[in-house]
């Protein structure tokens, strides 16, 4: 029974319908009519694009990508505003200033239209190229058109209720530049990034690039923003700077042009985004209409709601399996958060400790495999390691920060005398188990991966699967459902398209300038004197560089940076790669930009940076578990079975003694100052992984637990 129940009093039970949907951002258009009707059928083609591209008709891979990134601009700007929409009934009528504003951009925009399509004619009639004067008018309309859209889009606020003249002109804007890039495409492969490039190109490609930051910073927020800010302009201050980040510097057209080929925008992370990303997002998308994802949550609510602290145990494992497939921390803590937050305070759980969880278990959810928020494609992508072999990895290390969340979260109800949930508040166990068969897709998507099928073909049939089991159920999906689920999938996969393109922005900047190079010859330096230090610092730059970023861009970013350096000092790639990954992933739940903490303190109503540093210290054991992959590889599946095992073990002991120092609590009593140090000594001495330091561990934790139960031997027993 809950602290706040009597016995004769009856029961709500808790109502998770719909906990998994994704829920509208303040600046997210809800479009109907006509209108609606359209943007709808441009999400369900955008999404079919890429689904029949990748498992039936394959399409040239930079155009493919191409195409991916303009689609998702111009789906991202008719979807979302540049601010806080004006949400009345009433209309937003364009005044006096703003039609200065509009009659230039949108006859700017429609010259810059009729150039591609005049150029697009000749070729295809008359199998002639256009005169120059063509692209060199489409280019300076094209930055005309685009620079007042984006000043417009910022100065004036629109309606919710239709798009914005200025976002019209962005949409049309990122069609046009697709269109010249797909018009001269063998050129540009040849050309982009080189002295030959001219003025026309620079004008598309940096037009290119401040739409795809713009959309970003929309859906993302400054950070990253002002991350590639950062970024571009150390490209241009190169040769003005000293020591380690100097270089000669590039002009505007070489810059620009480098950074839409594929070692830039088109390069690893769009790669990931149009082919595994989408994928998976479309997944999780059909997970939400057919109801399986609520089932998930349901399902962790009859398992744990009744335990001690049960709320927060739920979030422990609901939070982690949506997580692991929506890609987003912060996302998952607002879709979740907003059921297991206040269940948590019910049942006595602190405002702070509660949003401190949800974070916690919801960044986790990024490091779980199959899924792992989509960072286990792009490792893949990036070191050519197999994906399975990757997913077989990171089993361990999720399990013991899962573990370590799980006991934080059991201690810390045990020492505040907490209970769980009324058995009438929670879903019935047994009627759930009758629809086990909901689990199918995560099944499905397990064992054909491990069968050999390719990562597309056994998400492309996990996705199937999750429409097929919808029809053993009230919320059976017909076509009407099937094209709502295509066009979520678009919707949710718009915000990592944007990042995913932002953060090759970064990664060109690294690759034309070098960076990456000098910063590992400054480990390979530093590992000279110390690896623990040299890890220590790579760990420091990984966390800073991922702050405020998702996953996807922290990963993509830290792992140019940092993973080469990690190798030049003699770390395995699939080490040096976790141990970024890792750090990248943590840096949501890091002080003091902690977006997953930021999330959940809003809904807990606490104060945000508090939260962060209780998110902090849910998630401790993940700080620890990289520097494990180094001393103890086996950790990875890199060892034999029995040292697999021995490590797998003795890092769980370390973790439970681990939280047990943390939240002050050991056996069944409470543990004093002295005895939390020798707890935590303990545990880090089971963590390292080496016989003497196991030997040592099991020697003080024995230590502690005879004087714990000394102690509570001597206390007199309470009667009545």
Request: proline share 5%.
């Amino acid at each position: 029974m809950t602290q706040d129940t009597q016995p004769n009093e009856p029961v709500a039970k808790i109502g998770t319908e719909g906990v998994a949907d994704i829920p509208i951002a303040h600046n997210e258009r809800v479009l109907s009519g006509l209108l609606g009707q359209t943007v709808f059928a441009a999400c369900v083609l955008f999404t079919a694009m890429h689904l029949y591209a990748l498992n039936v008709a394959p399409i040239e891979t930079w155009a493919f990508r191409i195409i991916h990134v303009a689609g998702g601009l111009a789906v991202g700007f008719a979807i979302t505003a540049a601010m806080t929409l004006d949400r009345s009934p009433g209309e937003v009528r364009i005044g006096r200033a703003e039609w200065f504003a509009l009659i230039p951009s949108v006859g700017a925009i429609g010259y810059a239209s009729f150039c591609i399509l005049y150029a697009w004619i000749m070729r295809e009639t008359r199998g002639t190229p256009p005169a120059d004067w063509v692209m060199v008018h489409l280019s300076w309309s094209l930055v005309i058109a685009t620079a007042i859209a984006l000043i417009s889009s910022w100065v004036w606020r629109s309606s919710s209720r239709s798009i914005h003249w200025a976002d019209v002109v962005l949409i049309a804007a990122s069609i046009i530049v697709a269109a010249f890039l797909l018009f001269v495409l063998n050129r540009w492969r040849m050309a982009a990034g080189t002295p030959f490039v001219g003025q026309t190109e620079f004008f598309i490609s940096a037009v290119g690039v401040a739409l795809i930051m713009e959309l970003t910073r929309r859906v993302a927020g400054l950070a990253l923003i002002i991350i590639t800010a950062v970024f571009l302009a150390y490209a241009f201050a190169g040769p003005y700077l000293p020591g380690l980040l100097e270089h000669r510097g590039y002009s505007a057209s070489r810059f620009f042009t480098y950074l839409y080929t594929d070692n830039g925008i088109l390069g690893p992370t769009t790669a990931v985004s149009s082919t595994y990303i989408i994928l998976f997002i479309t997944f999780a998308a059909f997970l939400q209409a057919s109801k399986v994802g609520d089932y998930f949550i349901n399902f962790a609510f009859a398992a744990a709601g009744r335990a001690r602290g049960g709320p927060a145990k739920v979030a422990v494992f609901a939070s982690g399996l949506m997580g692991m497939i929506n890609g987003t921390s912060a996302g998952n803590v607002v879709a979740t958060g907003s059921l297991t937050i206040p269940l948590m305070k019910k049942v006595g759980y602190r405002p702070r400790s509660a949003g401190g969880i949800e974070a916690a278990a919801s960044t986790g959810g990024q490091i779980v495999p199959p899924i792992m928020g989509a960072g286990a494609f792009i490792m893949a992508e990036i070191t050519g390691i197999p994906y399975t072999e990757i997913a077989i990895a990171a089993l361990i290390p999720a399990a013991l920060y899962f573990l370590s969340i799980y006991l934080m979260v059991d201690l810390e109800a045990r020492r505040d005398g907490m209970e769980g949930m009324h058995k009438d508040e929670i879903p019935q166990f047994r009627k759930l188990v009758k629809q086990v068969y909901l689990f199918l897709p995560i099944i499905i998507l397990i064992g054909t991966l491990f069968m050999g099928y390719s990562v597309i073909r056994a998400g492309t049939l996990a996705m199937v699967s999750a429409a097929v089991v919808s029809w053993f159920t009230p919320h059976w999906m017909g076509p009407k459902a099937l094209l709502n689920a295509l066009s979520l999938g678009a919707r949710m996969a718009i915000p990592l398209i944007a990042v995913c393109a932002c953060a090759g922005i970064i990664v060109g900047v690294i690759s034309l300038t070098g960076v990456g190079a000098r910063f590992a010859s400054m480990l390979l330096g530093i590992a000279d004197a110390s690896h623990l230090l040299a890890l220590f610092f790579a760990m420091c730059i990984s966390i800073l560089l991922g702050m405020g970023m998702p996953t996807t861009a922290a990963y993509a970013v830290a792992a140019s940076v940092v993973a080469p350096g990690l190798q030049q000092i003699g770390i395995p790639p699939l080490v040096a790669h976790f141990f970024v990954f890792y750090y990248a992933v943590l840096s949501a739940i890091t002080p003091p930009v902690a977006l997953a903490g930021y999330a959940a303190a809003a809904i807990s109503n606490t104060d945000p940076l508090k939260t962060a540093m209780t998110s902090f210290k849910f998630g401790l054991a993940a700080f620890i578990v990289p520097f494990m992959f180094f001393y103890s590889p086996a950790l990875l599946m890199d060892g034999t079975w029995v040292e697999i095992l021995r490590v797998a073990i003795t890092a769980a002991v370390g973790i439970y003694l681990l939280a047990a120092a943390v939240q002050g609590w050991f056996l069944n009593g409470i543990a004093n100052l002295v005895q939390r140090v020798l707890l935590l000594a303990a545990a880090l001495s089971m963590i390292a992984g080496g016989w003497m330091t196991d030997l040592a561990g099991i020697g003080i934790g024995g230590l502690v637990f005879a004087w714990q139960a000394a102690a509570l031997k001597s206390k007199p027993s309470v009667s009545g």
